[in-house]
């Protein structure tokens, strides 16, 4: 057996808790465990009949495979994300079955979990602003490498927490990369992204005027014009 059937044979092999439970649609099935690996938390996503399709693979080709590379670019760009221990697919019996496996994003909570348990009541308003700063560069970051996330949403988001003898300090990565890809310029990923963003959170005007301030700062060019994206 070649060594790159043996690793994908190894990891859809494993098992461990759900993370997510797996669902079934039309296309095929999808879940997330949690495994332990030479003493290291990881997360095993295991896909049959997930596809995305584009002008390059008209017939399809596992989502897998988009999202681990999607995680390797943000890395590549500075953008915090799950890295990638091992990404692959194989047809089995007519049928794509995809794998991604990531290090564990320990001590990471999405960020409308972190909303809706009270954060607004436990940290300044300089604070929140601080992480919606942070959000900014990272945001900025992956589309002046014209990257889109594709999902964007508060649910996407995961920060942590830690705290200091100056006060709380904020980490950000972005998650669930499914839809990602690289696109031709950076204000096509980031009007994308801007707008899905916008829709999918509960930030009040003043935030969400004080998050693009900074993003834009970041970009280092406007993406609204007349008041519109």
Not at 4 to 13: G, I, K, M, T, V
């Amino acid at each position: 057996m070649r060594r790159a059937d043996q690793l994908f044979s190894y990891w859809w092999n494993t098992s461990g808790p759900w993370v997510e439970e797996p669902n079934v649609r039309r296309s095929g099935t999808s879940g997330v465990q949690r495994v332990l690996h030479n003493g290291a938390t990881v997360y095993v996503k295991r896909q049959t009949g997930h596809l995305f399709r584009s002008l390059r693979y008209p017939l399809g080709r596992p989502t897998t495979l988009r999202e681990g590379r999607a995680l390797t670019k943000l890395l590549q760009l500075g953008v915090n994300a799950p890295q990638p221990v091992y990404y692959g697919a194989q047809k089995i019996k007519g049928i794509w079955h995809g794998i991604l496996v990531t290090k564990d994003l320990n001590g990471f909570q999405d960020l409308e979990s972190w909303y809706n348990q009270g954060a607004k009541n436990l940290f300044t308003p300089k604070q929140l602003n601080d992480v919606l700063e942070i959000l900014a560069s990272l945001m900025a970051r992956m589309h002046l490498g014209r990257w889109q996330h594709g999902c964007m949403r508060s649910k996407h988001i995961f920060i942590k927490v830690h705290n200091s003898a100056s006060g709380p300090e904020f980490d950000l990565a972005l998650l669930d990369l499914e839809k990602s890809h690289g696109r031709v310029s950076l204000l096509r990923a980031a009007r994308h992204d801007i707008l899905q963003l916008r829709r999918h959170s509960n930030w009040s005007e003043s935030e969400w005027q004080h998050f693009l301030l900074h993003y834009e700062k970041h970009l280092g060019r406007p993406i609204i014009t007349q008041g519109r994206f």
